[in-house]
């Protein structure tokens, strides 16, 4: 199994470009979530899914977009990068809902840098 | 203001030695709380997960502590290794049927040295 996989690694986009995030997880999880992690912060939320064909809104939803077409993926897309996006991204997945103590498997993050 | 807090922000100890690192928090109603592990340019990894009812778990040389009345929890890892080297991150999870509300803290980075 190779749990949570992320493409690509490592990202430099100029303003305004557009780009999207692969995440993909082999473990047949309902549940899938994007973050976000900044230095001297938490991580937070962007948007998560909780099941095929369904998404949502977590707690810094703005400037991004998802789709989750099929169960294993989830992509996260930047319509018109800003600087303000640069960080660290984080996709995960679980099999239930973590209120419920379903652990949370993370993938290994992209690095993005917007000019 | 985050509400959940943990300290300290970062911490060094020598190899072999033990430390406890401290998380706070305020949210309610509480439903869990996890501690995972995050070693450098890596995604977290879960240490342990703790609801109400549970006050110590432990996996291999980590034990978790909670206090639920008082809102406190602490992770002490014994006899530390290099390899224990990386953030520890605190996350309380709300019991709520609204939707997601995982609140994470902004983590203790630890240093093992030789």
């Known amino acids: 199994n190779a749990g949570v996989t992320q493409t690509p690694k490592f990202r430099v986009l100029k303003t305004g470009q557009s780009m999207t995030l692969l995440c993909a997880q082999d473990?047949?999880?309902?549940?899938m979530y994007w973050y976000r992690q900044d230095p001297g912060m938490g991580l937070r939320l962007i948007h998560y899914?909780?099941?095929?064909?369904?998404?949502a809104k977590g707690e810094v939803p703005d400037g991004y977009n998802v789709s989750r077409l099929k169960k294993q993926n989830f992509l996260l897309g930047l319509e018109s990068a800003a600087p303000s996006q640069t960080s660290v991204y984080f996709c995960a997945s679980s099999d239930g809902h973590p209120g419920h103590s379903y652990e949370q498997y993370f993938g290994p993050g992209t690095r993005l840098t917007v000019t | 203001k985050n509400q959940v807090e943990q300290s300290p922000q970062s911490l060094i100890i020598l190899e072999g030695k033990n430390c406890t690192l401290q998380?706070?928090?305020?949210?309610?109603?509480?439903?869990?709380l996890r501690w995972y592990k995050q070693d450098t340019g890596r995604g977290p990894v879960s240490l342990t997960i703790m609801t109400f009812s549970e006050n110590t778990k432990s996996n291999g040389r980590y034990t978790a502590t909670l206090d639920a009345d008082t809102k406190q929890s602490s992770l002490h890892i014994t006899a530390s290794q290099l390899s224990d080297s990386a953030s520890y991150i605190c996350v309380v999870r709300v019991n709520s049927n609204s939707g997601y509300a995982l609140n994470f803290g902004k983590g203790t980075s630890l240093l093992v040295t030789p």
């Open positions: 899914s909780v099941g095929e064909g369904t998404t």
């Open positions: 473990m047949n999880h309902e549940y």
């Open positions: 998380c706070n928090y305020t949210v309610s109603p509480f439903s869990n």
